[in-house]
């Protein structure tokens, strides 16, 4: 049987040790305290099965001796459609005191979870890791209305003989918006040099255990609902868009080209929902300083992927070592820069400020406003409409010969098919995928094409800063050359006869905006 679970949202933040009793003492003055400050020793055991079933299912078992109390917490990762907010964790929990001693499988229907950890696997969980740290706690109250729990933790997680630091914060949201952990995270952020943190105590014991490290996370399906409005619409994919960002966080630290592309993936599907219709709120200096840092991150999120992309094909190539040996330094030492970019203040304040701003009505003009309260169909058709008319443009000029025009029409052409994939129920599912498959053999070639201008101009770099690479980069710079100008051809040739698709969103509007009359 189980019970109903309270709902956990929270926040984590990595700090250097050194920082952790200061900003204790900044929160204390800072906010309203509702409770004595707390500290404690805080032990935490970590069971699952041997083939680690619980944790493949999301689930996490543990049993916390915190100072007197003895807790058994049964966590499961997931919310309801829309819950919780970019990097905030949400979590359902069930929670019981129990006695001493190890884990008894009879403890877990007492939590009221028992659903969630199958009986047969029960007799066989073991412990896996555990955390001990020295936890200070304070519950605070930024404003009326708002309770945030901070836990600021310094200790280790242990798995076996492989043990590794923790340092962090923790911010919980007790009770109020959501908004008030950005709040508080942002307030802290102006005092010390903080992450955030994407990897929780029970996955970062599991790295350990298993001796895995972190991958790229896809994105999961954006999942929007013909009945939801514009206004809610934006705001699930600006959470969906921060979430899958910050997922991304561990594995990109690692120079994982995947990651990192996927990083800048959720960058891009996060320009829609601040800036709709490309109508950035006016005179809005948090949005326009928003829209700025995402065009600043996308760019040095760029170089490590097209380093590895140019280094793949001189492998398949069978390009001289040189010029290989060159490229791979020039991937090293963009490999250095993105560490600094990823572990810099600036991109923590925008994670932060991006899910914040996302919890808030997005300011408007009047014409933009009245999208926003109607349906997320009419608001998802308009931009459609926009960008397919900018494709379309720019699609009648490179027809005709303008080849100055092939990079913004490969880029309009993402962006349409990033919206038509955002848009994935709210029309018809068929219909999109036929429209897509119609412009695919264009937006093919000037894929090739973009990847063959990208590999050429990498390959200048080597030839001007290398000089014992400088022939061979210089040949394979014209080799780069020949396949722009082919591909360059073949998407013109496709463009001169490609009749524009019908666009399939309208029809699904209008039937939409019908149907909720």
Not at 51 to 75: C, M, P, Y
Not at 274 to 289: H, Q, R
Not at 332 to 346: I, M
Not at 370 to 392: I, K, P, V
């Amino acid at each position: 049987m189980t019970a109903a679970a309270a709902r956990e949202i929270e926040l984590k933040l990595l700090a250097a040790d050194a920082d952790l009793e200061r900003l204790a003492r900044w929160a204390a003055a800072r906010w309203r305290l509702l409770a004595p400050i707390e500290a404690a020793r805080v032990v935490t055991d970590y069971y699952d099965a041997p083939d680690l079933a619980l944790a493949a299912a999301g689930v996490a078992v543990r049993l916390r001796q915190d100072g007197e109390r003895r807790l058994l917490t049964i966590k499961a990762q997931g919310a309801a459609p829309g819950d919780g907010g970019g990097p905030a964790a949400t979590r359902r929990e069930w929670e019981a005191p129990v006695g001493e001693g190890p884990l008894h499988p009879a403890d877990i229907d007492r939590a009221g979870a028992g659903e969630f950890v199958p009986p047969a696997l029960r007799a066989h969980l073991r412990l896996c890791f555990q955390t001990a740290v020295t936890r200070t706690r304070l519950l605070l109250a930024p404003y009326d209305g708002a309770v945030v729990e901070m836990a600021l933790d310094r200790g280790r997680v242990r798995a076996g003989d492989v043990t590794a630091p923790i340092s962090e914060i923790e911010l919980e949201l007790r009770q109020g918006p959501l908004r008030a952990l950005f709040d508080v995270a942002l307030d802290l952020l102006d005092r010390a040099a903080l992450r955030v943190g994407a990897v929780s105590k029970a996955e970062l014991g599991l790295l350990l255990l298993t001796g895995r490290k972190p991958q790229a996370a896809a994105a999961p399906p954006l999942g929007l609902s013909r009945l939801l409005t514009g206004e809610e619409a934006l705001r699930h994919r600006a959470r969906a868009a921060v979430r899958h960002l910050t997922a991304n966080l561990p594995a990109a630290e690692l120079a994982d080209s995947a990651a990192l592309a996927r990083m800048r993936e959720a960058l891009a599907r996060l320009r829609p929902a601040f800036d709709p219709l490309g109508k950035a709120p006016a005179n809005n200096p948090a949005i326009e300083k928003l829209l700025a840092d995402r065009r600043w991150l996308a760019e040095r999120l760029a170089p490590c992927p097209a380093w590895d992309a140019l280094a793949l094909r001189l492998t398949q190539g069978g390009a001289e070592e040189v010029l290989r040996r060159a490229a791979a330094d020039m991937r090293a030492d963009a490999a250095t820069a993105t560490l600094r970019t990823l572990r810099s203040p600036r991109l923590t304040g925008f994670i932060l400020t991006a899910a914040r701003n996302a919890e808030e009505r997005l300011a408007a003009d009047p014409a933009l406003a009245s999208l926003l309260d109607g349906s997320a169909a009419t608001l998802a058709a308009a931009e459609l409409d926009r960008l397919a008319a900018g494709a379309a443009k720019r699609l009648r000029r490179f027809a005709d010969g303008d080849p100055g025009t092939a990079a913004s029409l490969g880029k309009r052409l993402r962006r349409l098919r990033r919206e038509k994939e955002a848009c994935r129920g709210l029309f018809a599912t068929a219909a999109a995928d036929a429209w897509a498959a119609d412009l695919a053999e264009l937006t093919a070639a000037l894929g090739r094409r973009a990847a063959a201008a990208r590999a050429r101009r990498l390959l200048r770099i080597i030839a001007r800063e290398n000089r014992e690479a400088h022939a061979a980069a210089s040949t394979w710079a014209r080799f780069m050359a020949a396949e722009e100008r082919q591909a360059l051809a073949e998407a013109q040739d496709c463009a001169r006869s490609l009749p524009w698709p019908s666009p399939f969103w309208r029809d699904g509007a209008a039937s939409l905006t019908a149907a909720t009359r």
